[in-house]
């Protein structure tokens, strides 16, 4: 839970700063991931690597080399959780695709410059993760 709690306010904030400064190879590195997601969710398998490539490619967007160490430096812990989460998560029928469907929405933002639909998006996605998990 607290692990949710940090990366709602990081990540949220993170996602609105990517929006404004993002490049096309943060916008490739986004789409891949959640093309690997997509493609992980479709054979059955979690999607975590993807999950986290995708959460570290909008931290790199940022620009914010402090924000991106910082995502680093909780990688592991951040990488087990996903798995974690993912786990508990795809045993609800459609979660899956509901997450899918979170992330292409934060790219979006990002992709159209809107910083502020970018923050709510990912802070939005973050929260139905914590809420689906601790109610």
């Not at 899918?100 to 159209?112: G, T, Y």
């Amino acid at each position: 839970r607290e692990l949710l709690e940090l990366r709602a306010a990081l990540e949220a904030e993170g996602a609105a700063l990517a929006a404004m400064r993002r490049e096309a190879d943060d916008l490739a590195a986004m789409d891949d991931a959640l093309k690997a997601m997509e493609a992980d969710l479709k054979a059955g398998r979690l999607g975590a690597e993807a999950d986290w490539r995708f959460h570290d490619a909008v931290a790199g967007a940022t620009g914010n080399a402090l924000l991106l160490k910082t995502m680093r430096s909780l990688s592991d812990t951040m990488k087990e959780a996903l798995g974690l989460y993912r786990e508990r998560l795809l045993r609800i029928p459609g979660m899956g695709h509901t997450l899918l469907q979170d992330h292409l929405e934060v790219l979006e933002a990002i992709r159209n410059q809107d910083p502020g639909a970018a923050r709510d998006r990912m802070r939005a996605h973050i929260l139905r993760v914590q809420d689906e998990l601790y109610g």
